[in-house]
DNA sequence: GCCGTTTTCGGCCCGACTGTTTTCAGTCG
């Protein structure tokens, strides 16, 4: 996506912020947001625009778009510099501690002088907020857990954010004079769900240029090392990127060693260990003569270990050894490794594993045929029906789900009579945009209960219905995991959406028996989502490892809310991979014809 | 600050939950 809109769309969201904390207009500050949300879902790349296309997108008007011309022209925006001269930036990070909102910062602010994260711990400690109104001790427990939240979140960055950032370095590095190959390696090539720092890989002959235009890219902030073979900066966004230059004859050495984990490395080395050779970045070795064996390729690496190429998002030492193993070096073409050790070491290598498997033909983003979770600005998605039935067309699925939310979720203020409105229109479109089929859908609310919005008979005519929970996120063990088995039992639902709601970073998983769902879903034959949002990511791979063995099915879903969210499935690819799912365990891979009678099947 | 077929002023998603209070403010989705 166009970076400008991502700056803007930050921009205005500070704005926003920075009206609430001092006390301004809460309609106004919400103008603010609600156009940084516009901008940064618009397909347009705003700093193309001039001020009446920027008017054009839905929520900015004359003020905002003229401030936004000023800034692109300037790269100031004079009301900006005011309010943040009058609030230290500190205090605007406060807001983003979960559970304190900008009435409470500016409280601490004014009354305390608390204008840091640091300062809030400390105050706290120190029992300075004792006294102050509206804050007792629920409240002081409340934001010290959930600074201990952003802590752990803050030192990692989301998976899109790494990825975007990720592609930029390497679309420079590759324009650089002499570059064999790059591409990035780490947590982000294995599609972890955050990244903690991005790791670039270079083959040339000579580094100093990569170094060179590396430091010289327009984000970086600051050099933390630099050297020959390896220069760490860290960008404007405080993001740590770290570049590795290597000799084209160590690029597949030094890629298995960069992209890890280092689990799955540790046992790669001691594989190579008993077979007298050594593993490092730049090879593997004779470990006497050190005369060097291969090194080109991952695929020759793994071979020379008889082990067939694995995936980088299985590379985690759960087991994808043992299973590699038990493959055999086949499918990459093979090598002549003594018969002997390859079986003793199948042995030893499984025992370590729970139980012997073997690779998994692993799902890919080309298997998705349709999307089954998705938003339009009926209900709080940013475009159109028409809009979002075209992008997805482009991207040439072969179906499609609307599921705008249902009226339970009472913002926003869906009816019957809306919802059939908008079936009329997707029976209209059904199959007209690149013959791309629509399903007609809903996102159900999972109430407290258990119970979901429509009537029975209502619910009835809707082709899929997903069904989520968007509310009492705090019920305890017992009631939430009967409240998710109920739905479960719901012949109705189809898809549970983003099962434990988790936000990363933000909110905790929901409190839940979740072995007890996983089985309720494979009897009752209900798929689990695997929600691709980059804040969401829910199921997580651990759950799906574990869902899988209860024989659940999948959806793999955007949710997108706008059009740039079509984009991200690919995490979700990414999620379902980790999670060692094939293309078969996955609903939305299935043709048309089969999904139907899946939605139709009527559950015991 | 934005918006409009009930409009150019006066609304602005609205209800629930939590923790603080003693009738309500702040936060969330």
């Known amino acids: 996506m166009a970076r400008p809109n991502k700056e803007i769309q930050a ?7 920075l009206i609430l904390i001092t006390g301004g207009d809460a309609f106004r500050a919400r103008a603010y947001e609600k156009a940084a949300r516009a ?19 839905p929520g900015v008007g004359k003020s905002i778009a003229d401030k936004v011309v000023e800034y692109l022209r300037t790269g100031e925006m004079p009301e900006m510099g005011e ?40 105050a706290i400690e120190q029992g300075r907020l004792r006294d102050l109104k509206g804050f007792g001790p629920k409240t002081e427990e409340n934001i010290l857990h959930g600074i201990e939240l952003l802590r752990v979140a803050g030192e990692r960055i989301p998976l ?27 947590s982000l090539r294995r599609m972890r769900e955050t990244v903690g720092d991005v790791d670039i890989l270079v083959a040339a002959r000579r580094s100093e240029p990569f170094m060179e235009a590396f430091r010289a890219l327009p984000y970086v902030a600051e050099t933390i090392a630099q050297g020959e073979k390896k220069t760490s900066i860290r960008t404007s966004t405080g993001t740590q990127v770290d570049l590795r230059v290597v000799p084209p004859g160590s690029w597949g050495a030094a890629l298995i060693y960069f992209t890890g984990s280092k689990a799955h490395n540790i046992r790669l080395r001691e594989m190579a260990v ?38 980088p998002t299985l590379r985690e030492d759960r087991g994808e050894i043992a299973a590699a193993l038990h493959d055999g070096p086949r499918r990459s073409g093979g090598s002549r490794a003594s018969r002997g050790s390859h ?32 938003h339009t600005n009926l209900t709080d998605g ?126 905790e998983g929901l409190d839940v028996d979740l072995d007890a769902v996983f089985a309720a879903c494979a009897r009752t034959g209900t798929a689990l989502e695997i929600n691709a949002h980059p804040h969401r990511l829910d199921l997580h791979d651990e759950h799906i490892l574990r869902a899988k063995h209860h024989g659940v099915k999948f959806a793999v879903n955007t949710d997108a809310h706008s059009l740039p969210d079509l984009e991200c499935l690919g995490y979700g690819v990414g999620m379902a991979q980790r999670g060692w799912l094939t293309a078969d365990q996955v609903i939305n891979t299935w043709p048309l014809r089969r999904l139907r009678s899946f939605l139709r099947t009527p559950q015991p």
């Open 382 to 507: 940013l475009a159109s029906l028409e809009d979002m039935v075209d992008a997805a067309a482009r991207r040439g699925l072969l179906y499609y789900a609307v599921t705008d939310h249902a009226p339970e979720l009472r913002m926003q203020q869906m009816t019957e009579e809306k919802i059939l409105a908008q079936r009329e229109r997707v029976r209209e479109l059904d199959g007209k945009r690149r013959k791309m089929r629509l399903l007609h859908g809903t996102e159900l609310n999972i109430g407290p209960g258990g119970d979901v919005d429509w009537p029975e008979d209502f619910l009835r005519d809707f082709d899929i219905c997903v069904a989520s929970v968007h509310s009492h996120f705090n019920q305890n063990r017992d009631a939430q995991t009967r409240r998710l088995l109920r739905a479960c039992d719901n012949p109705r639902i189809h898809i549970i959406g983003h099962p434990t709601t988790r936000i990363i970073g933000k909110r």
């Open 274 to 311: 008993r077979r007298r050779l050594k593993l490092s970045e730049y090879g593997l070795f004779h470990a006497k003569s050190g005369k060097k064996i291969v090194s080109e390729t991952e695929e020759e690496v793994y071979a020379r270990l008889d082990l067939p190429w694995i995936p």
């Open 160 to 186: 899109n954010v790494a990825t975007e950032l990720a592609e930029e370095v390497v679309a420079a590095l590759n324009e650089v004079e002499g570059c064999e190959k790059c591409t990035w390696a780490g």
């Open 343 to 374: 079986e003793a070491e199948k042995e030893k290598e499984s025992e370590s594993a729970d139980e012997p498997q073997q690779l998994p033909e692993l799902l890919t983003e080309s298997d998705i045929k349709g999307d089954l979770h998705t």
């Open 39 to 57: 901008i940064g879902g618009s397909r347009a790349d705003v700093s193309q625009l001039d001020e009446k296309g920027l008017r054009d997108i």
């Open 83 to 122: 309010v943040r001269e009058r609030i230290p930036s500190g205090v605007r990070h406060l807001v983003e501690i979960p559970m304190l909102g900008p009435k409470k910062a500016k409280i601490l602010y004014d009354d305390l002088g608390i204008s840091s994260v640091p300062a809030l711990r400390e």
């Open 11 to 17: 921009l205005l969201q500070e704005y926003a912020d």
